[in-house]
């Protein structure tokens, strides 16, 4: 793409004392992206976003936005914004004051503002609820407040600081279709921060995935999980059988280290006849349901455990059981190499 | 089935119950009866609440209505409304009334103005080492005398002294003994009672309102004014209660750096003592009292004391 990113960071350092939090970050990010960093905490994720946001000087390294540089400028100088973790609502404010707040230190007037605020509620569907401190409002309902405090002020680029991580599951998934939708009517770049990979992978049209102050891999969210360029991604976005080199080696005469998906490994009974291009017999230690699917953890022959994922469509499905014998069986096309 | 939860533990000897006793038996006791408990829990302080101190105040209202024997001395038990009424049209008490209150607003807009920047440093830009030092440095003062602290100033505040040469290059003076070395002198002594409650409120405010509000547009200034103030206001005029009050009620001060300035405390003291009247002297006291009434009505009005 030739035209300019939203936002570039070139070399972005960040260190408190002796620990080096953000160590030589370069990124670009395109505008109207949906783009997420994905990481445990201390990868160094949220510092990169609050050095966007202007909130940490980096140490060294530069911050552009759409072309200009703007390390040096102060948050209230950016035209980006942020949803933050604790949503960060002025608790003596009500819950239109708090989204209008952006534009009162603007200079707009009181109906102007007003009535832009109200079209921002009415757009996260809370436009009845103006009147309310934000105490009385449920966790979701300040999340959305809080989501349209930031874009009221059009910021050309919307940051979010691990966003929905105080909801509960089901308020999270419905929050997250919120978020794709309100990204795509508004259609300016949103950087989510996020060490949930579930929620990364949903959303993003890319991911950055952080470990150690630094990203260890870039790409689209199918890019990540199918094809992880490291035992790190390959535990951490989704879960992954890795074997090392010499179990490899010893298992199915792999020549490096290598990762498989639980999806792709398939159990059959003892004994039937090979359908794929590696079988291993093994016993099965552990089955957990998790309602679609089972989760088989199988021992294979000579130590190292295996977890296999069962959907649990079928009708004749056969219920392994703790100490059967089975042969896992998968083929080397879905064994991906680790670097 | 076996009831055992897991059989691969080995056996051990069971947790015997809690042993019965005279203590076990009297929690039971008032855990079972919340009455009891709560009588137990209110009795002494509703006593000296109830008996020492409102009793205290109520003594102090009657005394104020009889009289002294002018030749005798003694206290006549008669009920009159003389000393009120000479305490409320008497020129020198109404002189005495507002300049005490001047000095009480004087004390209260130094110790706000000078606290503020401090208790912010502390709340918000200090490390946490630091913090605690400034926290030391605030109250160490407090364990100090009041009695030594105002001779100290003066010292300070003498012809000659410390305030005095360090001005002089300036080509200014030290105010003297008077009504600015006693406002000077109150500020210094009861500043650690305004830093701490407005440092509290101000640690209270989460750093992430403070960055929302700079990440929405709003200047240092903005944001200090918009945010940061209306939610340390409770902290603010807990604080302003402190030096206010204590500036009405103060006389020793005023005796050691006042030179001949009259407060409300000086003519209580001097009604009490050299003048044996104490019927006027409560009749005075009740002055600052009103006053504390007064501002504490209308601080309720402003909602302020509901968060503090």
Redesign the interface.
Known sequence: MSSTPAIRLTGLTKSFGAVTAVDQVNLDVAEGEFFSMLGPSGSGKTTVLRMIAGFEQPTSGTVELFGNDVTAAAPFDRDVNTVFQDYALFPHMTVLENVAYGLRVRGMNKADRTARATEALEMVRLAKYGDRKPTQLSGGQRQRVALARAIVVQPKVLLLDEPLGALDLKLREQMQVELKEIQRKLGITFIFVTHDQEEALTLSDRIAVFNDGGIVQLGTAEEVYRAPNSEFVANFVGTSNVFSAEQSAALFAGTSACSIRPEKIVLAPAGSTAAHDISIPGVVAETIFLGASTRVVVDLEGGKRVSALEPNDDEAGIAHTRGDSVVVGFNRSSLVTLH | MTTTINPSLPDRAAVSPPRDSVARRGSVFLYRHAKVRLGLLLSAPLFWLGLVYIAALIALLITALWTVDSFTGDIIIEWSFDNIMTVLTGAVYQAVTLRTLGAALLVTVIDVVVALPIAFFMAKVASTRAQRWLLIAILTPLWASYLVKAYAWRSVLSEGGVLDSALAPFGGSTPGYGFEGTVITLAYLWLPFVILPIYTALDRV?N??L?????????TG?TFR??VF??ITPGIIAGSIFSFSLTLGDYISVKIVGGATQMLGTLVYANVGTANNLPLAAAIALIPITIIFVYLAAVRRTGALDNL
């Open positions: 989460p992430s309102l960055e929302a509000s700079s990440d929405l547009g709003a200047t903005t918009h945010i209306p939610m």
